[in-house]
């Protein structure tokens, strides 16, 4: 009897944690109002770590007449429950759809928490390959870099899926969202959410703000993406990494497309002297050292992936 007695009160004691847990976490998870029935959670400028529980990309929701649309669920399952947590602060309206932005795990793997509230998951159409990718390492590599805070995530795809040039309208009523898909940028699954209502976009991490970008796919394809996006009429912009900008948003992705348009230069200069990817690494784009947060983890990084694109052009 003492041995059942104690396995309850442990169970309970196990539960009664993960509530707490949870409900910090929660407390802790504030919101910023971007435009009416727009919000958005502000990640930490930095890696995921335990210190910020991997809670490092923007992600936020957009609230409707009838439903609510969460925008990137966050880095694991504890910050998608917060986020949950969050949106129940603001509005009881059934949460419809999640949308994630792409595939990299700081944008969508709280998924796992809207498993049960019926939405459907939208995202680009290369998102559930790319997730597939990489899932092996992804699993292994955060749940070895968050630990405690890893526990409950999932890999959950999106099942609702939007095409390059064919873009997709929703509505949560009253309101009508526009999804678009790019051709490869950012990565080869870069969406981005229009509120047509208030001119907001989410761009997701086709623009970082003083983070430095990182490449996963084409600088010359993201150059391109990012004149497309220079070019809309907008009124707010809810980047990936960064805080959301207003009447400058058009200055955030200038500063962005000269950081590309720099290190695209020098290295196509490098190519065309027959120079290595050695020497690339070691001095091109140095004079945009001072002006991005990470600059040395990145950045070498987005020269290799880019000379490595455009060696063969």
Request: net charge negative.
């Amino acid at each position: 009897m003492k041995n059942k007695t104690k396995a309850y009160i442990s169970g309970i004691s196990i539960v009664l944690s993960s509530m707490l847990a949870v409900n910090v976490y929660a407390d802790d998870y504030r919101l910023k109002q971007v435009s009416d029935g727009i919000f958005y959670h502000q990640g930490a400028q930095e890696d995921a770590n335990q210190h910020n529980k991997g809670e490092i990309a923007n992600t936020g929701f957009i609230v409707g007449d009838k439903c609510i649309a969460v925008v990137d669920s966050g880095g694991s399952y504890l910050e998608g429950k917060a986020l949950f947590e969050a949106i129940r602060e603001k509005s009881d309206l059934p949460i419809c759809y999640v949308i994630n932005t792409h595939a990299h795990p700081d944008h969508f793997l709280g998924n796992a928490a809207f498993k049960d509230t019926g939405a459907t998951f939208i995202g680009n159409d290369k998102m559930p390959a790319a997730i597939e990718a990489r899932k092996a390492f992804y699993e292994t590599r955060f749940s070895d870099i968050l630990g405690e805070y890893y526990k409950g995530t999932e890999f959950i795809e999106p099942t609702r899926l939007v095409s390059v040039d064919k873009p997709l309208t929703i509505d949560l009523g009253g309101r009508e969202l526009v999804l678009n898909s790019y051709p490869t940028s950012h990565t080869d699954n870069d969406l981005t959410v229009l509120d047509k209502n208030t001119k907001t976009l989410w761009t997701g991490d086709l623009l970082f703000v003083k983070r430095i970008p990182a490449l996963d796919g084409s600088i010359n394809g993201w150059l391109a993406t990012i004149e497309k996006l220079k070019a809309m009429q907008l009124n707010a912009v809810i980047p990936g990494h960064g805080p959301a900008q207003y009447q400058d948003w058009q200055h955030a992705f200038d500063v962005e497309e000269h950081y590309f348009s720099t290190i695209r230069q020098q290295i196509r200069a490098i190519i065309n002297d027959m120079g290595t990817i050695n020497e690339a690494t070691e001095s091109v784009g140095l004079s945009e050292k001072g002006k991005w947060l990470l600059f040395d983890d990145y950045h070498k990084r987005n020269i290799t992936a880019a000379f490595t694109e455009l060696e063969w052009e």
